[in-house]
T-cell receptor, first 119, second 109 residues
Framework: GAVVSQHPSWVICKSGTSVKIECRSLDFQATTMFWYRQFPKQSLMLMATSNEGSKATYEQGVEKDKFLINHASLTLSTLTVTSAHPEDSSFYIC???????????????FGPGTRLTVL | GQNIDQPTEMTATEGAIVQINCTYQTSGFNGLFWYQQHAGEAPTFLSYNVLDGLEEKGRFSSFLSRSKGYSYLLLKELQMKDSASYLCAVRDYDYKLSFGAGTTVTVRA
């Protein structure tokens, strides 16, 4: 099956610093990737849609200047949390939608997630 | 937008059957997914329905009724490892997924 990796798997940083999270599709191309955030005991909330070669589309209430997304290639999207604060501590999960034509249903494949803790 | 409802918690005995219901109201429907998520891990795909009816995959089955905005996930022959959160997610025409809050299933011996 299709595999998506995330790096790092966990990160601890000081308040005010920036953190970059990478999302890679390992064995397929993904023009579109998605970034989610999940707080403890809550469901996944879509933050933004990352499109290769164009600007990301952010969901309502998500600050685009704080959460910078770069989709530089068909297999890599990065999320940078700028000037992180303790309230940004969360579980960040990416997913990648396999490009057509593949015969698949456009299914999203999830990365293993990145646990961010801001002190 | 999407409004997706599912029960918060369910408890069942090992070897039993549990049915998790999901109702949704959407502005666009392009498929319904069920995911399993263990604590601290990313969701893993269980099933996908886009047409009405039942999809069976081993011990797990999923049903969809588009006219009723209703789906269920059926877990048979429950095992202790099935204790997890189960997420119902609806996809729209932009291929964006909207997730329900998740149902925590606890399997007891």
């Amino acid at each position: 099956g299709a595999v998506v990796s995330q790096h790092p798997s966990w990160v601890i940083c000081k308040s005010g610093t920036s953190v970059k999270i990478e999302c890679r599709s390992l064995d397929f191309q993904a023009t579109t990737m998605f970034w989610y955030r999940q707080f403890p005991k809550q469901s996944l909330m879509l933050m933004a849609t990352s499109n290769e070669g164009s600007k990301a589309t952010y969901e309502q209430g998500v600050e685009k200047d704080k959460f910078l997304i770069n989709h530089a290639s068909l297999t890599l999207s990065t999320l940078t949390v700028t000037s992180a604060h303790p309230e940004d501590s969360s579980f960040y999960i990416c997913s990648a939608r396999e490009d057509f034509p593949s015969g698949r249903s456009g299914e999203q494949f999830f990365g293993p997630g990145t646990r961010l803790t801001v002190l | 937008g999407q409004n997706i409802d599912q029960p918060t918690e369910m408890t069942a005995t090992e070897g039993a059957i549990v049915q998790i219901n999901c109702t949704y109201q959407t502005s666009g429907f392009n498929g319904l997914f069920w995911y399993q998520q263990h604590a601290g891990e990313a969701p893993t795909f269980l099933s996908y329905n886009v047409l009405d009816g039942l999809e069976e995959k081993g011990r797990f089955s999923s049903f969809l009724s588009r006219s009723k905005g209703y789906s269920y996930l059926l877990l048979k022959e429950l095992q202790m490892k099935d204790s997890a959160s189960y997420l119902c997610a609806v996809r729209d025409y932009d291929y964006k997924l909207s997730f329900g809050a998740g149902t925590t299933v606890t399997v007891r011996a």
